[in-house]
């Protein structure tokens, strides 16, 4: 029995002997192709629109005056008063927006400190949900409305949606988001502001419905927005540099004079 076994790896090494040594670089270079489309694919390609390696350093459109940015975690330990006295093209920091939920169970770890000193120092503030395509939308607008408390003065609840599962058609899609709009807006009698990327917003949420809704759109080192619809907020980078904060941040604008912001907030 264990002749026989020695003679099969024999046999199965003298035919891999055989082969011509392009062939293993062959094999080398497929397995490698194989692993640079996987990364891409779940790592890199739903995201792509924030790398900003092979662009360079952050753009500033022309011709906007009211100037914010969004935070979550990933800015750290922020030093508020240094960001008080921050300025962007010459401009103050009016806004920031924050992260404060994901799905039905995550709770950004430092939504309720930046919650807080946005407000204590002077700044507009608002607070956006993070769409999860793992739980519910019932479930997702009664986490945030139970972990978010806007007061008068905040800028209307923010859903940050960028994906749509592949297994659920484009108007079950639809469905759950407006789901998680029209309960929110029943706590709060505003209209939440839809944050998305311009393309996923053609693609998915073009639907007249929608289109009572603010949106904020994201759309990286261009000089202006490809999407003709209306809009109150752009991102229009993640590679932002401010007093106050370590790292880069992404940084906004709004549509509009600071009179138009002051009345889209909650009264």
Known sequence: MNSARRRHRSKKKSLLSRLPSWSWWLGVFLVVVVYIAAFYYFFISPYSFRWRAIYGEADYPEGYEIHGIDISHYQGSINWKDLQEATIQGHPVRFVIMKATEGASRIDKNFVSNFYNAREHGFIRGAYHFWSNKSGPREQAQFFLNNVKLLEGDLPPVLDVEHKPKNVSTEDFQRDVLTWLHIVEDKY????????????????LNEPVFEDYPYWIAHYYVDKVEYDGPWKFWQHTDAGRLPGINGSVDLDIYNGSYYDLRQLTID
């Open 189 to 204: 009698h505003v209209k939440p502001i839809i944050y998305t990327y311009y393309k996923f917003k053609l693609a998915y």
